[in-house]
Nanobody, 123 residues
Framework: QVHLVESGGGSVQAGGSLRLSCEVSGFTYQDYCMGWFRQGPGKEREGVAAIETNGGTLYADSVKGRFTISRDNAKNILYLQMNSLKPEDTAMYYC?????????????????WGQGTQVTVSS
């Protein structure tokens, strides 16, 4: 059974940092591209960052230079280091797995999803 479990969310002041984790089981993690998505209040789900099996990365323009995605293929864990957080980063953050070999931030392309972890940034 596939499981993606996010953790590490919380409340932080603007300028602060958080590191999200996503523990994965039930599929061959090393063979999947992985992504982080977020959905703020009243907004559509948007792609934040993605990482392919060999470590190549892709970021949304809104987080470039502030967020870093990484993966530990030995431990089946995906990370998102978030620095210089802004109030507009407030959202539910989801990790997701894509069985294709394409690095992309297109949510409908992803096969498996976690339940999300809330990030709240206050000004």
């Amino acid at each position: 059974q596939v499981h993606l479990v996010e953790s590490g969310g919380g409340s932080v002041q603007a300028g602060g940092s958080l590191r999200l984790s996503c523990e994965v089981s039930g599929f061959t993690y090393q063979d999947y591209c992985m992504g982080w998505f977020r959905q703020g209040p009243g907004k559509e789900r948007e792609g934040v960052a993605a990482i392919e099996t060999n470590g190549g990365t892709l970021y949304a323009d809104s987080v470039k230079g502030r967020f870093t995605i990484s993966r530990d293929n030995a431990k089946n864990i995906l990370y998102l280091q978030m620095n210089s957080l802004k109030p507009e980063d407030t959202a539910m953050y989801y990790c997701a797995a894509d069985s294709s070999w394409y690095l992309r931030l297109n949510a409908p392309s992803y096969d498996y999803w976690g339940q999300g972890t809330q990030v709240t940034v206050s000004s």
